[in-house]
């Protein structure tokens, strides 16, 4: 079964600064997918970037992009110029390409709190 | 278009009652998977749905379950509920390129 970690329960960064979240994941497969999703205080969590392992280049989406580290099972998520809309949940997730009968099943890391100082 | 709608928003219930989540999924979403969330665990899968058949089950006892209707929208089902079953309950759909989306949730205590 896959496993997804992320080490830092809590982090904060000063707005306009730039902060780094980590997430290692432990899975035998060689092809999947690792996301990171946003999730602010009572509100839905929404994808924030994808990866496909497959893909040797990282990841970017504006402010946000990865550091994928695919022999090491890291993918770290960088968030460049943060604001004050940036304080969140932020969770690292894994799917497999392999899941069964089609299925999209995400195992999640515990979550990064994410404060923001103005 | 019209996000991933999630009901009750919040419910109390005490041991032993059952209780029904409703999740009604983006147009043309036909994939759903329901998740539960707690400070402990964290998120995890309890199962999905695509075209009415269960896809894929997650590692929780009988007393969840769920289904799916011909309009895509899912429900689940818990009975019997124990203190532990306090969760907020996340439902998510899929569009065609795979990218979730997610409800805002059902936050259910067990008294």
């Known amino acids: 079964a896959q496993t997804v970690t992320q080490s830092q329960p809590e982090m904060s960064v000063q707005e306009a600064e730039t902060v780094t979240l980590s997430c290692t994941y432990d899975?035998?497969?060689?092809?999947?997918?690792l996301f990171w999703y946003k999730q602010p205080p009572s509100r839905q969590m929404i994808l924030v970037i994808r990866?496909?392992?497959?893909?040797?280049q990282n990841a970017t989406e504006n402010r946000f992009s990865v550091n994928f580290q695919k022999a090491a099972k890291s993918f770290s998520l960088k968030i460049s110029d943060s604001q004050l809309g940036d304080a969140a949940m932020y969770f690292c997730?894994?799917?497999?390409?392999?899941?069964?009968?089609?299925?999209?099943?995400?195992?999640f890391g515990k979550g990064t709190k994410l404060s923001v100082i103005p | 278009k019209a996000g991933v709608t999630q009901t009750p928003r919040y419910l109390i219930k005490t041991r032993g009652q059952q209780v029904t989540l409703s999740c009604s999924p983006i147009s043309g979403h036909r994939s759903v998977s329901w998740y539960q969330q707690t400070p402990g665990q964290g998120l995890q899968f309890l199962f999905e749905y695509f075209s009415e058949t269960q896809r894929n089950k997650g590692n929780f006892p009988g007393r969840f379950s769920g289904r799916q209707f011909s309009n895509s929208r899912s429900e689940m089902n818990v009975s019997t509920l124990e203190l532990g079953d306090s969760a907020l309950y996340l439902c998510?759909?899929?569009?065609?390129?795979?990218?979730?989306?997610f409800g805002e949730g059902s936050r259910l205590t067990v008294l």
């Open positions: 990866q496909e392992a497959y893909k040797q």
């Open positions: 899975t035998s497969e060689s092809d999947y997918y």
């Open positions: 998510a759909t899929k569009d065609r390129t795979g990218e979730l989306f």
């Open positions: 997730a894994y799917r497999s390409t392999y899941s069964g009968a089609g299925s999209y099943q995400l195992t």
